[in-house]
């Protein structure tokens, strides 16, 4: 199954799109089901940008041409399965969101 979040890219929202996503049978949700604002749903900021945070302090980069050569680098260095518990956790997260009723989840680590 393939359930992809497009955040809110006025693109993606479109008629247009959301035909063509149903006409190739794609589930999709739909821009009213969408989680706004929430960095619990979003995996570049409930698993990426802390990782990365974690693994550029510990570099110590001094210039912007330095923390944008490490910044690739790390990226690069990330294992396919810890991006893959990361998006796998992406559903149990956006249930735990609508049980809490939008509020901040307190653990969201558990995937790591």
């Known amino acids: 199954m393939v359930l992809p979040n497009h955040g809110f890219c006025p693109s993606h929202a479109s008629r247009v799109t959301q035909k063509f996503l149903t006409d190739q049978q794609v589930q999709f949700l739909k821009p009213q089901q969408w989680i706004p604002n929430s960095p619990d749903a979003a ?54 969101i609508y049980y809490a009723e939008g509020r901040y989840l307190r653990s969201i680590a558990e995937f790591v």
């Open 43 to 96: 995996p570049c900021d409930y698993f990426l940008w802390g990782h990365l945070k974690n693994k550029l302090n510990k570099r110590g980069v001094s210039t912007l041409r330095c923390l944008q050569k490490a910044f690739r680098e790390e990226v690069k260095k990330i294992p396919q399965e810890m991006i893959s518990r990361a998006l796998k956790s992406w559903p149990k997260r956006c249930r735990q």
